[in-house]
């Protein structure tokens, strides 16, 4: 079973709209970390945010905010008015202590901004 | 200067050939990582080193041998590689590897004929 899971592998919006990324995960550890990257096409993972498993609190650090909640093992990205620059491919990431801490990956879902 | 770099960013190669690919980073930090990026799978976790010392070797084929000399820099040396190892490959690094975020470079292209 995939451990990090992101169903959508393609969305494709127009400028304005507001889009959210789906990220669904699954751990036993009670003591993790959440991750979402963007990967534009220059192809490096530009990090965007980390949550720890002790905090459910959103977080909205401008046009990006972050719903992350346990009963659903989900951490969601939402992008408000979306922006033709947002076009990438979006990871989401999982982090867990009994994993030796290492980064686990979703597989990624591509967004696409048209004017 | 930007944080991680990698050169060459892109690499044809063939399979007798031999070549490294290198990573450095400007950040001060003290874990790197090796990652590939194949199209349509997930990144994939290579190996790891935490304070110059390998710490994880994800079952990757003896044909990828990396080397850290030092916390900035870390090499990924290839020989005898087959067509299915042309793919994107990605270095990392984060402050240490309990739980950091990892800041990547912008990955070398590399295509096997």
């Known amino acids: 079973a995939q451990k990090v899971t992101q169903a959508q592998t393609e969305i494709s919006v127009v400028e304005k709209e507001d889009v959210t990324l789906d990220c669904v995960y699954e751990t036993r550890d009670t003591t993790y970390y959440l991750f979402w990257y963007k990967q534009p096409p220059s192809g490096e993972l530009v990090f965007l945010i980390r949550r720890n498993s002790f905090d459910e609190q959103n977080e909205i650090s401008g046009r990006y905010s972050w719903n992350f909640q346990k009963s659903t093992s989900s951490f969601n990205f939402t992008i408000t008015a979306s922006q033709v620059v947002d076009s990438a491919v979006y990871f989401c990431?999982?982090?867990?202590?009994?994993?030796?801490?290492?980064?686990?990956f979703g597989g990624g879902t591509r967004l696409m901004v048209k004017p | 200067e930007t944080g991680v770099t990698q050169t060459p960013r892109h690499l044809v190669m063939g399979m007798t050939n031999k070549k490294s690919l290198k990573c450095e980073q400007h950040l001060g930090h003290n874990a790197m990582y090796w990652y590939k990026q194949s199209a349509k799978k997930p990144l994939e976790l290579m190996f790891v080193?935490?304070?110059?010392?390998?710490?994880e070797n994800n079952s990757v084929p003896s044909r990828f041998s990396p080397e850290c000399p030092n916390s900035s820099h870390l090499f990924l040396h290839l020989h005898t590689l087959q067509p299915e190892d042309s793919a994107l490959y990605l270095c990392?690094?984060?402050?240490?590897?309990?739980?950091?975020?990892?800041?990547f470079g912008p990955g070398t292209r590399l295509t096997v004929t």
């Open positions: 990431a999982l982090s867990e202590r009994n994993a030796g801490n290492m980064l686990t």
């Open positions: 080193y935490n304070f110059k010392e390998q710490t």
């Open positions: 990392a690094s984060s402050q240490d590897r309990d739980f950091y975020e990892q800041y």
